[in-house]
């Protein structure tokens, strides 16, 4: 199967702090012997730099902590990695739990207080509606 997957479970320090959450090595390699995996940080695709300031997502928005509105950059990035799954005809996506681009199912709820909502990413969001199945690291059936 041809996998989209966060490029910071890969172990690419792209995170917003610059840093990446890989998966255990057994699981990536698990992974790399079964499937085809697409790299992609939306966030950066979108232009954001590494590290920034933490955003979370407020209703349709994405905001920094200081305020900033980075909605915009967060739409490119999920419209690129949306195009992207369809160049390469991905029939899943594995992507960060939580993230206000990449979170499936549960994200942070626009308040920097670590408190959880309901909802998903950006990315995970339109990649939903073009009826590829989402998982994060917590979800995806290793």
């Not at 900033?68 to 799954?85: F, H, K, P, Q, S």
Request: aromatic share 4%.
């Amino acid at each position: 199967m041809r996998i989209l997957i966060s490029a910071c479970l890969l172990g690419e320090a792209c995170r917003y702090d610059g840093a990446s959450k890989g998966l255990p090595p057994e699981k990536l390699e698990a992974l790399m012997r079964k499937h085809t995996l697409i790299p992609v940080c939306p966030e950066q695709l979108g232009g954001l730099p590494t590290p920034r300031t933490p955003s979370e997502r407020q209703g349709a928005c994405v905001v920094m902590r200081d305020g900033t509105d980075v909605t915009a950059e967060y739409d490119r990035g999920a419209r690129i990695a949306c195009a992207l799954a369809a160049q390469t005809l991905a029939e899943a996506a594995l992507l960060k739990a939580r993230s206000p681009s990449c979170g499936s199912g549960e994200i942070y709820d626009g308040t920097f207080t670590g408190t959880l909502t309901p909802g998903d990413g950006v990315t995970a969001e339109r990649l939903k509606t073009l009826g590829i199945p989402v998982y994060t690291e917590e979800t995806f059936p290793f």
